[in-house]
Structures are given as C-alpha cells and as structure tokens.
Nanobody
Framework: QVQLVESGGGLVQAGGSLRLSCAAS????????MGWYRQAPGKQRELVAA???????NYADSVKGRFTISRDNAKNTVYLQMNSLKSEDTGVYYC???????????????????WGQGTQVTVSS
C-alpha cells in the first residue's frame, strides 16, 4: 500500500483560492491514477477530480472550470488548485489511488489505499 498525506487546507472566504497537496510514499506513485475526494458534513465522500499517470484529467461537474488537478511524479505529489471557492466546497479533502481512470466521475472506481486524515477546507460566505 501507499501512504498518503494531505495538506494545504484552511479557512478561506468565498471567491478565494487554496492549493491542496497530497504526498505519497513509494515508487509506484508515478504509475498510478490519482483522485481527490471531498466529504461535506453529513454527506458521503465524493470524487471531485482524477488524473492519470500521464496527466489526463476529469472533474465533477460541480468543480469543472474552478479546480485543477495536477501532479509532480518526481516529488510523488498530486495537487488540487481550487479557485473561485464556494461555501458548498466546504469539507474534508482526501486523495487516493484509483483502480482505473473514471470516464464518469459520479461513478468512481474503487480506491487502492487506506484513507489518510484528509485536510479540512472551510469556505465562509
């Protein structure tokens, strides 16, 4: 298994930006499809962005045009740049390896690793 450590969350006003990071252990990271999930209070965890090992991306409709997923394989890190944040973006954000790249983000594939602690994002309106 790969260990995942998320960071970069915080409190931000609506319309602001944050950049999340997910550091992964192990050399297998560069070959892995990665995803960013969020879990809003009282809701199920949902996939918001995915990226293949070579940089193909897909996004949930709710974040398309505002969020950008990227990766640096040399640093074993995947990022989530979040712009134009809204109150509904509030939640705990997690990353994980995906079994395959989802063509439909609302039907996410199984994850391959245990969940990390996540990083809290709070957007005030």
């Amino acid at each position: 298994q790969v260990q995942l450590v998320e960071s970069g969350g915080g409190l931000v006003q609506a319309g602001g930006s944050l950049r999340l990071s997910c550091a992964a252990s192990g050399s297998i990271f560069s070959l892995s499809t990665m995803g960013w999930y969020r879990q809003a209070p009282g809701k199920q965890r949902e996939l918001v962005a995915a990226i293949t090992s070579v940089g193909n991306t897909n996004y949930a409709d709710s974040v398309k045009g505002r969020f950008t997923i990227s990766r640096d394989n040399a640093k074993n890190t995947v990022y989530l740049q979040m712009n134009s944040l809204k109150s509904e973006d509030t939640g705990v954000y997690y990353c994980n390896r995906l079994r395959y790249f989802p063509l439909v983000v609302v039907k996410p594939p199984p994850v391959l690793d245990s969940w990390g602690q996540g990083t809290q994002v709070t957007v005030s309106s």
